[in-house]
């Protein structure tokens, strides 16, 4: 068993085009024994973002702290704290902040991407 | 894409033997097009527990509220929002609530267990 607090974990900036004031842990990965999937924790500073952007692979997304947009089919949806958010394979997606506060959530993703 | 908080998905009674003032919500499951892992959260009552057990798959767990002790080979670990927690499979735990608010977590297992 791995127990931790998600602060102690390397805080990554994130650096894909577009992405903005954002940062990333991979708070569950493989050097943790993790063989399915993986549990990264996203914070957004105000006026940041993630990158637009789809893939092969899903997102299960869990919101815990904040307010924010979700891109979702060009449409700007309100998600905050207590939002859960499945996105499937190859779906657009954006995460910006719109608030005043650090937007965080939960993104787990499957270990074969 | 699915947008939805989780207060509204349905909250079950976790009845396993053991188990103590602990609901689950399968937040994120295959009707909503998970194919890989899915998402529940459960909620601990004050004084509630979830059944000690152990079985062949993992759990990846973020805790977003309340306080409380897991079973960690028989030690009694505590843990509070924050905290990160991996369990390989066949490994034995237990959650339960210390103190006087509810405790919730994000569980994810994944499909083939």
Same mark, same amino acid.
């Given at each position: 068993? #791995? ?9 990554? %900036? ?12 991979? #708070? ?7 063989? =399915? *999937?993986?549990?990264?924790? *996203? !914070?957004?500073? %105000? ?5 637009? @952007?789809?893939?092969?692979?899903? @997102? !299960?997304? *869990? #919101? ?13 949806? %309100? #998600?905050?704290?207590? =939002? ?5 394979? @190859?779906?657009? @997606?954006?995460?910006? =902040? ?16």
């Amino acid at each position: 068993m #791995v127990i931790k607090r998600y602060g102690e974990v390397e805080a990554l %900036p994130v650096t894909d085009a577009g992405a903005l004031k954002t940062i990333v842990r991979w #708070v569950i990965a493989e050097e943790d024994g993790a063989k =399915n *999937f993986y549990m990264r924790i *996203f !914070e957004i500073e %105000p006026e940041g973002c993630t990158p637009l @952007h789809h893939h092969a692979w899903e @997102h !299960e997304i *869990f #919101v815990f702290q904040g307010k924010g947009t979700l891109i979702q089919q060009g449409r700007e949806v %309100p #998600v905050c704290s207590g =939002n859960v958010v499945f996105i499937p394979p @190859h779906e657009e @997606h954006q995460f910006k =902040n719109s608030s005043t506060e650090t937007l965080k959530f939960v993104c787990l993703v499957p270990s074969q991407k």
